[in-house]
């Protein structure tokens, strides 16, 4: 970007606080790809430490780009960070409740709610979300399988949708491409019930011996692929997938997605399963990391990076591609099944805590961004920035404007994004939950974090959610508030709620203040 349009743009961002304003669009409007990994933690990619795994692909990005040490998902798990993502709003301010949702229900994002799809597609973006969803589909009572899905992606600013409705540890265990299930034989109709059995196919609970991946725990209903899952399911036989092959699947769809829209300006909303549970990487990945099973999905995850990058180059639209990399929430290892590999490693070091839980280690996430001739090569940046600022962004960069009331806590990132210095942060605070809407919450303001409650890690803490127990002591409230200071102890090892009341009370008053609706 040419001087003198740098800092026209960096002079309108400065004055967009939230996204309740919105920039002049620069002539040349980028291409925007977010790529959302599941469950990749503070130190699992070799660009952040990580030593299990090899990440070229991914570590591209942070060495053509920038890389935040700083950035958090909204929520430290799946569901909740997904919503605010795309609504600009924190999870829990919206109604209903915001835990993970169950693969049978309901959209839980209104159509009519603005969001980055919507934003960009307003501002003539073609717009296209590929892989994991986790956010419902269809109306109260859940979707029909058999029939039109609707409302889903294409009712809040989706063009084109091509998805797995929740998890793959998850029933139904087929994709959903726009409106109907992909590849369905209608004589062989769809159920799925999450509160009793349907059907007569066997169960990881009464044929254990059918299992190729064991559960640790849970995870022992309809086996679907030699995997057993979480809820029932029969019918769809056809249309299921197939668990090693769902990398190069989402791959293969986010690339003729964007060969499609190569004409004009794209957004691309990547969601990848890699590497949530199950892990069951392609067998051209088996034994090729450090880090076991875990290890070997996190490098086929980096493969499918490499795929879509590869496709800029050769389509020539690289140059004029913002590209995002994250993670939903933080790392994890024993998720419910014997998948993990090694366990002589923090997925989140030198992070406290992991995936559900409010301390740094459940939210505080890796994130890459390049953007040619506007993010200067090789930027580190501690800025505090979240997932949920992404719309204000986006509205700043294209010009879009954001219905008042809507994206509420969504700041314009984009001077931190260009490595630009500004008088004040662009993102003042921010409110870190696991899921719900009535916390435990944690706030994060300057160098200093409040946790409303303390919670247990199980020790030693490098293994993170060894089985049922140990996943419920880990998000399970417990203990007086903590304050931390950050900036001197990252690993929230210290509580200096008794040496600074009045911090306390100043940061205990600003989260009640926040969820009552401030700024």
Same mark, same amino acid.
């Given at each position: 970007? =040419?001087?003198?349009?740098?800092?026209?743009?960096?002079?309108?961002?400065?004055?967009?606080?939230?996204?309740?304003?919105?920039?002049?669009?620069?002539?040349?409007?980028?291409?925007?790809?977010?790529?959302?990994?599941?469950?990749?933690?503070?130190?699992?990619?070799?660009? /952040?430490?990580?030593?299990?795994? =090899?990440?070229?692909?991914?570590?591209?990005?942070?060495?053509?780009?920038?890389?935040?040490?700083?950035?958090?998902?909204?929520?430290?798990?799946?569901?909740? /960070?997904?919503?605010?993502?795309?609504?600009?709003?924190?999870?829990?301010?919206? +109604?209903?409740?915001?835990?993970?949702?169950?693969?049978?229900? $309901?959209?839980?994002?209104?159509?009519?709610?603005?969001?980055?799809?919507?934003?960009?597609?307003?501002?003539?973006?073609?717009?296209?979300?590929?892989? !994991?969803?986790?956010?419902?589909?269809?109306?109260?009572?859940?979707?029909?399988?058999?029939?039109?899905?609707?409302?889903?992606?294409?009712?809040?600013?989706?063009?084109?949708?091509?998805?797995?409705?929740?998890?793959?540890? =998850?029933?139904?265990?087929?994709?959903?491409?726009?409106?109907?299930?992909?590849?369905?034989?209608?004589?062989?109709?769809?159920?799925?019930?999450? =509160?009793?059995?349907?059907?007569?196919? $066997?169960?990881?609970?009464?044929?254990?011996?059918?299992?190729?991946?064991?559960?640790?725990?849970?995870?022992? &209903?309809?086996?679907?692929?030699?995997?057993?899952?979480?809820?029932?399911?029969?019918?769809?036989?056809?249309?299921?997938? !197939?668990?090693?092959?769902?990398?190069?699947?989402?791959?293969?769809?986010?690339?003729?997605?964007?060969?499609?829209?190569?004409?004009?300006?794209?957004?691309?909303?990547?969601?990848?399963?890699?590497?949530?549970?199950?892990?069951?990487?392609?067998?051209?990945?088996?034994?090729?990391?450090?880090?076991?099973?875990?290890?070997?999905?996190?490098?086929?995850?980096?493969?499918?990076?490499?795929?879509?990058?590869?496709?800029?180059? +050769?389509?020539?639209?690289?140059?004029?591609?913002?590209?995002?990399?994250?993670?939903?929430?933080?790392?994890?290892?024993?998720?419910?099944?014997?998948?993990?590999?090694?366990?002589?490693?923090?997925?989140?070091?030198?992070?406290?805590?992991?995936?559900?839980?409010?301390?740094?280690?459940?939210?505080?996430?890796?994130?890459?961004? +390049?953007?040619?001739? +506007?993010?200067?090569?090789?930027?580190?940046? *501690?800025?505090?920035?979240?997932?949920?600022?992404?719309?204000?962004?986006?509205?700043?960069?294209?010009?879009?404007?954001?219905?008042?009331?809507?994206?509420?806590?969504?700041?314009?990132?984009?001077?931190?994004?260009?490595?630009?210095?500004?008088?004040?942060?662009?993102?003042?605070? &921010?409110?870190?939950?696991?899921?719900?809407?009535?916390?435990? &919450?944690?706030?994060?303001?300057? *160098?200093?974090?409040?946790?409303?409650?303390?919670?247990?890690?199980?020790?030693?803490? /490098?293994?993170?959610?060894?089985?049922?127990?140990?996943?419920?002591?880990?998000?399970?409230?417990?203990?007086?508030?903590?304050?931390?200071?950050?900036? !001197?102890?990252?690993?929230?090892?210290?509580?200096?709620?008794?040496?600074?009341?009045?911090?306390?009370?100043?940061?205990?008053?600003?989260?009640?203040?926040?969820?009552?609706?401030?700024?």
């Amino acid at each position: 970007m =040419r001087p003198s349009r740098l800092a026209l743009l960096a002079a309108v961002c400065a004055a967009t606080l939230t996204s309740a304003s919105a920039a002049a669009a620069p002539a040349a409007r980028p291409n925007i790809i977010f790529i959302l990994a599941d469950d990749i933690g503070y130190a699992d990619l070799s660009c /952040t430490g990580g030593r299990h795994a =090899r990440t070229p692909a991914i570590d591209s990005l942070a060495r053509d780009g920038i890389r935040f040490t700083h950035a958090h998902s909204p929520a430290s798990t799946c569901t909740p /960070t997904r919503r605010a993502f795309l609504t600009g709003t924190y999870s829990w301010r919206q +109604r209903p409740g915001s835990a993970i949702a169950p693969g049978d229900a $309901p959209l839980s994002i209104p159509p009519g709610t603005t969001t980055a799809a919507s934003l960009l597609k307003s501002a003539g973006y073609r717009t296209g979300v590929v892989g !994991k969803w986790h956010l419902g589909l269809g109306p109260e009572g859940g979707p029909d399988w058999n029939g039109e899905i609707k409302p889903g992606p294409l009712e809040i600013g989706f063009d084109h949708a091509f998805l797995m409705p929740a998890t793959g540890d =998850r029933v139904p265990c087929v994709y959903v491409e726009d409106r109907r299930v992909a590849g369905l034989d209608p004589r062989d109709p769809i159920r799925v019930s999450y =509160r009793e059995k349907v059907g007569t196919e $066997p169960t990881g609970r009464e044929n254990p011996e059918l299992l190729r991946l064991r559960h640790t725990h849970g995870h022992d &209903f309809t086996i679907i692929n030699g995997v057993g899952r979480i809820g029932w399911m029969t019918g769809g036989k056809a249309a299921r997938w !197939k668990d090693e092959d769902m990398s190069d699947t989402f791959a293969a769809r986010a690339i003729s997605f964007v060969e499609r829209s190569a004409g004009g300006p794209f957004f691309l909303y990547l969601a990848t399963h890699g590497i949530h549970v199950p892990r069951v990487p392609n067998p051209r990945f088996a034994g090729r990391s450090a880090g076991g099973t875990r290890g070997d999905a996190i490098e086929e995850l980096d493969n499918l990076v490499s795929q879509v990058l590869a496709a800029l180059e +050769r389509l020539k639209l690289a140059d004029n591609t913002l590209v995002i990399f994250t993670s939903d929430n933080g790392g994890v290892m024993d998720d419910g099944y014997e998948d993990v590999g090694r366990f002589d490693y923090h997925p989140n070091h030198p992070l406290r805590g992991y995936k559900a839980s409010i301390w740094e280690g459940g939210h505080r996430v890796p994130f890459l961004a +390049r953007w040619p001739g +506007r993010i200067r090569p090789g930027t580190t940046s *501690d800025a505090l920035i979240a997932h949920l600022d992404l719309p204000a962004t986006f509205a700043a960069i294209t010009g879009a404007p954001v219905p008042a009331g809507q994206c509420r806590d969504s700041f314009n990132i984009l001077p931190a994004l260009l490595g630009e210095r500004t008088a004040a942060p662009v993102r003042p605070h &921010f409110v870190a939950h696991n899921g719900g809407t009535e916390g435990p &919450f944690a706030l994060i303001a300057g *160098d200093w974090k409040y946790l409303q409650v303390a919670q247990p890690i199980r020790a030693p803490d /490098t293994r993170g959610g060894e089985g049922a127990k140990a996943k419920a002591k880990a998000k399970g409230a417990g203990g007086a508030p903590m304050l931390i200071n950050l900036a !001197k102890d990252i690993g929230e090892n210290e509580d200096l709620s008794a040496r600074e009341p009045a911090k306390l009370a100043e940061m205990r008053a600003l989260l009640e203040k926040i969820r009552a609706g401030g700024q």
